[in-house]
């Protein structure tokens, strides 16, 4: 017994350290000068056992983030201001690796250039390539539908679907109702189509891009939500899968996200 407990603490101690040998440092080093001292830069990303989180005050519109991370994963900086709100052009999406990378903006951080992250470089081709496009499940959709009062010259007829404006009525532009549409199937036929064809050329770049891209992380991660939205069958996610390096289908994250 007492053999057995020495072997197996031995080759825990031996996992561990193989684990923590993974890790590897990155140096982030941003510069938007529009950030005056005094506002904090926050650093978030998923790391191998959860959520992981960082912060540092900005100094001269400078800040600088040092750490270990074990492969490239998606992350984010979200700039606070003092006194100020928080808003879309105060944060960037980009893949934190290891290395030295670097965050440089003239005006906003969400148009900064990142350098030192071949992941990133990756994530800008995709994302141009999407054009915005999302992963959502096909039958799902957020759709808003709004009726505003329309104003129609005397003597004319108002066009088909509107109300007319009368006499002591509403003005011009009057909010009437507005509700949000959660279901395609309860949009009109026509958009139902648009939206469906859409979502189609949408997957079939993601598709050929990963195809395009087998060594790519952004190409594993873009796989692993074709997958989680339904956007795929089974056979084509193994298919596709297949497809990949096997350094990314062995890395911690392919190990968590595809049957081994």
Not at 119 to 125: L, W
Not at 136 to 154: D, E, H, I, L, N
Not at 160 to 176: D, E
Not at 227 to 234: L, N
Request: glycine residues 8%.
């Amino acid at each position: 017994m007492k053999y057995n407990f020495t072997f197996s603490l031995a080759l825990f101690l031996c996992f561990s350290i193989t684990l923590l040998a993974q890790d590897k440092e990155y140096m982030i080093t941003g510069s938007v000068k529009k950030y005056p001292s005094g506002a904090m830069a926050y650093l978030q990303y998923k790391g191998l056992t959860g959520i992981v989180k960082d912060s540092v005050s900005i100094v001269g519109g400078n800040f600088a983030f040092k750490g270990k991370i074990d492969e490239p994963r998606p992350a984010s900086i979200s700039i606070h201001e003092p006194n100020k709100k928080t808003t879309a052009q105060n944060h960037v999406n980009f893949f934190l690796e290891p290395g030295n990378l670097m965050v440089a903006g003239k005006q906003m951080l969400y148009n900064a250039i990142i350098t030192g992250s071949p992941a990133t470089s990756d994530k800008k081709d995709f994302d141009k390539l999407m054009a915005g496009q999302r992963f959502t499940q096909p039958g799902k959709v957020t759709v808003t539908q709004t009726t505003r009062v329309v104003a129609v010259p005397a003597g004319s007829m108002p066009p088909s679907g509107t109300m007319s404006q009368g006499r002591g009525g509403p003005a011009s532009g009057t909010l009437v109702s507005q509700r949000t549409i959660n279901d395609i199937n309860d949009l009109p036929y026509e958009v139902q189509s648009a939206i469906r064809e859409m979502n189609e050329q949408g997957k079939e770049k993601a598709v050929q891009f990963i195809k395009d891209h087998p060594n790519s992380f952004v190409s594993m991660y873009a796989l692993n939500s074709l997958w989680v939205a339904k956007r795929i069958t089974y056979l084509e996610y193994v298919s596709i899968s297949n497809a990949l390096a096997q350094a990314l289908m062995q890395s911690n994250e392919g190990k968590v996200m595809f049957v081994q």
